[in-house]
């Protein structure tokens, strides 16, 4: 089980060069928020809806198949 430790831990190490440095993750998380508050009044519209129209058509397929 150490040696298995061992190996995940030494594999996963390389991967750490990839993760950008926080500074530059500042401005990705700006934007995303940025992003999410500029949908929040679209998605808060669409989402009843979507889920209203799914379930209507998930109605309609038990009413066919289990009749």
Known sequence: MLQLFFAVAFSAAPLTLYVP????LNLFVEALESF???TS???VRVFP???LGFSRVVA???RIFFL
């Open 49 to 51: 809806r979507a889920r």
């Open 21 to 24: 440095p926080m500074r530059n």
């Open 36 to 38: 999410i508050h500029q």
């Open 60 to 62: 309609a397929l038990r």
């Open 41 to 43: 009044d679209y998605s």
